[in-house]
């Protein structure tokens, strides 16, 4: 059975910092791509982040990137998000996702879905 666990949210101030993890079994993790999104209440689901879990390469949204930085530990079989200087904009549910791609610069749909984790940023 295909799982992707995300973690690792929780409520913080603005300016500080949470890492977020996303577990994977049950599929190839080292041909995957795994993504990050969020989708605050009232909002569209946007795009993060993105890793080749294949050779590392990475994606991010350009108004995130030098704040959010996304790692892969294929022998854990896990992605990370580091998210620094968190803004109350931040807030939203996070989630990963996995796809077979061979680029991150892709727009399509993802093949598997983790169920979110609340990240909650106050002023």
């Known amino acids: 059975d295909v799982q992707l666990q995300a973690s690792g949210g929780g409520l913080v101030q603005a300016g500080e910092s949470l890492r977020l993890s996303c577990a994977a079994s049950g599929f190839a993790f080292d041909d995957y791509a795994i993504g990050w999104f969020r989708q605050a209440p009232g909002k569209e689901r946007e795009g993060v982040s993105c890793i080749m879990n294949s050779d590392g390469s990475t994606y991010y949204d350009d108004s995130l990137k030098g704040r959010f930085t996304i790692s892969s530990d294929n022998a854990k079989n896990t992605v990370y998000l580091q998210m620094n200087a968190l803004k109350p904009e931040d807030t939203a549910v996070y989630y990963c996702?996995?796809?077979?791609?061979?680029?991150?610069?892709?727009?399509?749909?993802?093949?598997?879905w983790g169920q979110g984790t609340q990240v909650t940023v106050s002023s």
């Open positions: 996702a996995a796809v077979l791609i061979l680029s991150c610069d892709y727009h399509g749909p993802y093949d598997y």
